[in-house]
């Protein structure tokens, strides 16, 4: 890692993000493809790029990003989280209150509860039939 990147790790439902911020343009890569391609929905987007704007930082840095795992709006919020996280490491800059006072610094630990067996779902439940 060069001494001018800053490195955050974002994690949602089971989605992992490995976030580098470099000083840059504000260009934004995802596995190798840019913010537009790689989400289609514009609310995804902008989940991608709200720690930037709250820290008005949105045209300062590069974003290189590396996403498993899950689906495209938990990747969206672990990207969200490693970003937040990787903002922190900036040396002069005070993001921590704002960030957290937003929420991006706690992790999301809701996760999709395991079917059971006998039922249909985690929670459903067969119809009760009296008679």
């Not at 994690?11 to 913010?35: C, D, E, F, H, M």
């Not at 995804?44 to 996403?67: H, S, W």
């Not at 996280?85 to 937003?102: I, M």
């Not at 999301?108 to 039922?119: F, M, N, S, T």
């Amino acid at each position: 890692m060069n001494p001018m990147e800053y490195y955050g790790t974002g994690r949602r439902k089971t989605s992992v993000a490995r976030v580098y911020l470099r000083p840059g343009q504000g260009r934004i890569l995802v596995n190798g493809k840019t913010l537009d391609d790689f989400f289609g929905d514009e609310a995804q987007r902008f989940l991608v790029r709200q720690p930037m704007e709250i820290t008005q930082t949105l045209g300062r840095y590069d974003a290189m990003i590396n996403v498993d795992g899950g689906g495209s709006q938990g990747q969206a919020g672990a990207i969200r989280h490693g970003v937040a996280r990787a903002l922190l490491n900036v040396p002069g800059e005070h993001f921590r209150g704002v960030l957290k006072k937003a929420g991006m610094l706690t992790r999301d630990a809701r996760e999709v509860e395991r079917k059971k067996y006998g039922r249909p779902g985690a929670r459903k439940r067969f119809q009760f039939s009296k008679r």
